[in-house]
Nanobody, 118 residues
Framework: QVQLVESGGGLVQAGGSLRLSCAAS????????MGWFRQAPGKERDFVAA????????TYSGSAKGRFTISRDNAKNTMYLQMNSLKPEDTAVYYC???????????WGQGTQVTVSS
């Protein structure tokens, strides 16, 4: 079992930056691939970025590529999402997820709200 807690969300102006964190507990963090998803009001939950257990492999959605950077610190049991050049369409609840491999996720956090004003 893995417990995931997101933080770092908030209100930011378009063009600004935020760094989200996902703190994991309850199991061996480095055993899990991790990812970020987001869900805007009235829309489905969409993939944003993922990272392998070692951090060597990362992948991004088209909208995140070039603006967002996913990373992890296995010593701190924490994953991050650095978001730059934010746009109003990035407004959503951002969820942290973990699983045995990229694209296979078993655990989810409660989410953190990101609001980008124009």
């Amino acid at each position: 079992q893995v417990q995931l807690v997101e933080s770092g969300g908030g209100l930011v102006q378009a063009g600004g930056s935020l760094r989200l964190s996902c703190a994991a507990s309850g199991s061996t963090f480095r055993n899990y691939a991790m990812g970020w998803f987001r869900q805007a009001p009235g829309k489905e939950r969409d993939f944003v970025a993922a990272i392998s257990w070692s951090g060597v492999y990362t992948t991004y959605s088209g909208s995140a590529k070039g603006r967002f950077t996913i990373s992890r610190d296995n010593a701190k049991n924490t994953m991050y999402l650095q978001m730059n050049s934010l746009k109003p369409e990035d407004t959503a609840v951002y969820y942290c997820t973990a699983g045995p491999r990229v694209a296979q996720y078993d655990y989810w956090g409660q989410g953190t709200q990101v609001t980008v004003s124009s």
